[in-house]
Nanobody, 124 residues
Framework: QVQVVESGGGLVQAGGSLRLSCAAS????????MGWFRQAPGKEREFVSA????????YYADSVKGRFTISRDNAKNTLYLQMNSLKPEDTAVYYC?????????????????WGQGTQVTVSS
């Protein structure tokens, strides 16, 4: 099992930037993928971005492609999400997740370990 803790959320004006961090601990050597998901009020949780932990291959939702960048620091077991050109529709609770399996990198039900989430609010 991997424990993940998110940080870095906050309130920002439209067009601004935020960087989210996700610190992982526990059995991190078995991690295959880590991802970011978000859930806005009244909506289902949706995929944002993910990374294959060893290869560094990245995946993005169309809605954030070109604005968000996912990265990781293997030595620190930390995942990042750099969010630029933020829009009000990016407002949500952002969750970090980790899993040992190679499948389902865009599917939340293929992630076993989840953080508590961090709020991102983008004002217009």
């Amino acid at each position: 099992q991997v424990q993940v803790v998110e940080s870095g959320g906050g309130l920002v004006q439209a067009g601004g930037s935020l960087r989210l961090s996700c610190a992982a601990s526990g059995r991190t050597s078995s991690t295959y993928k880590m991802g970011w998901f978000r859930q806005a009020p009244g909506k289902e949780r949706e995929f944002v971005s993910a990374i294959e932990w060893r290869s560094g291959f990245t995946y993005y939702a169309d809605s954030v492609k070109g604005r968000f960048t996912i990265s990781r620091d293997n030595a620190k077991n930390t995942l990042y999400l750099q969010m630029n050109s933020l829009k009000p529709e990016d407002t949500a609770v952002y969750y970090c997740a980790a899993d040992t399996r190679a499948m389902g990198i865009r599917r939340d039900n293929w992630y076993a370990d989840w953080g508590q989430g961090t709020q991102v609010t983008v004002s217009s």
